[in-house]
């Protein structure tokens, strides 16, 4: 089920990293998400929750280029 589910959204995924496309990561990470939560509900499992990323990983980086 699991690569049924998510092969195609991880492709994308990998995909839009390779192009080096912020909106197409964003689309595809979307996908590849609500994948996850389809599959976990259709194993009775609503419970789990995959949601998008609401803070960085990072909070104490800033990665914007630095000003000249």
Same mark, same amino acid.
């Given at each position: ?13 990998? %995909?839009? *990293? =390779?192009? =080096? /496309?912020? !909106?197409?990561? +964003? &689309? &595809? @990470? !979307?996908?590849? +998400?609500? $994948? ?5 509900? $259709? @194993? /009775?499992?609503?419970? *789990?929750? *995959? #949601?998008?990323?609401?803070?960085? $990983?990072?909070? /104490? #980086?800033?990665? %914007?280029?630095?000003? =000249?």
């Amino acid at each position: 089920m699991i690569s049924s589910t998510v092969a195609q959204p991880l492709a994308a995924v990998e %995909r839009a *990293i =390779k192009l =080096k /496309d912020p !909106g197409e990561f +964003t &689309a &595809a @990470y !979307g996908q590849l +998400t609500a $994948s996850c939560n389809a599959c976990h509900l $259709s @194993y /009775d499992q609503a419970a *789990i929750v *995959i #949601q998008l990323p609401t803070v960085s $990983s990072f909070p /104490d #980086q800033d990665f %914007r280029p630095a000003a =000249k």
